[in-house]
Structures are given as structure tokens and as C-alpha cells.
């Protein structure tokens, strides 16, 4: 089993920054992929972005130029900075990963909440 905990969501204000962590522990071994999903009320859970093993980036449209994802391989923790942050950011941001291949991706973290708001 691959455990998962989430730190860094808030409250912020609109144009605010946040930093989101995710620390892996348990049977991380043959990890390939570290990501954050986010899922808004009434809606269905969507990527924000991903990183390889190899150090591989993806973002979701909605975020790119605004946020960074970076991993620590050592700490198995990969970290979300978030800058000019939106009211439609709202949300709760789950941690995943992908085990052995890119189809083997059922692991969860419990989520963190993100609020922007004035």
C-alpha cells in the first residue's frame, strides 16, 4: 500500500499564493508518476499537473504559467506552488501516483482544501 498525506491547502485571497506538499511512504517502490487532481464541488475530479520519474511535467491548460510542480525524489514528496491564484481554484486538491506504469494510478491521498476569496 502507498499512503499519501497532503499539507498547504487554505484560505488565500485572489492573486494570493499557496504551496501544497505530498509525502509517499509505505510500499513507495516503482513509482513513476507523482500528480494533484482537484475536484470542485458539483464537479468531476480533473489534473492539474503531473511529473514524471524522470522529471516529465504536464499541466492542465488552466493552470500552466501560474503553477509548478516539483518533486523531491529522496523525501518521495512532490510539491504544487500556486501563484495568482483564481476564485475558480476552489477546490479540494488530491495527491496521486502512479505505480510500475502510466494504468496502474489508483492511489489517493485524502485531499486538501484550497479556497480563494475575497
Known amino acids: 500500500q502507498v499512503r499519501l498525506v497532503e499539507s498547504g491547502g487554505g484560505l488565500v485571497h485572489p492573486g494570493g499564493s499557496l504551496r501544497l506538499s505530498c509525502g509517499a511512504s509505505?510500499?513507495?517502490?516503482?513509482?513513476?508518476?507523482m500528480g494533484w487532481y482537484r475536484q470542485a464541488p458539483g464537479r468531476q475530479r480533473s489534473l492539474v499537473a503531473h511529473?514524471?520519474?524522470?522529471?516529465?511535467?504536464n499541466y492542465a491548460d488552466s493552470v500552466k504559467g501560474r503553477f509548478t510542480i516539483s518533486a523531491d525524489n529522496a523525501k518521495d514528496t512532490v510539491y504544487l506552488q500556486m501563484n495568482s491564484l483564481k476564485p475558480e481554484d476552489t477546490a479540494v486538491y488530491y495527491c496521486n501516483v502512479c505505480k510500475f506504469n502510466l494504468y496502474q494510478c489508483d492511489y489517493w491521498g485524502q485531499g486538501t482544501q484550497v479556497t480563494v476569496s475575497s
Open positions: 509505505g510500499s513507495i517502490h516503482s513509482i513513476v508518476r
Open positions: 511529473i514524471t520519474s524522470g522529471g516529465t511535467t
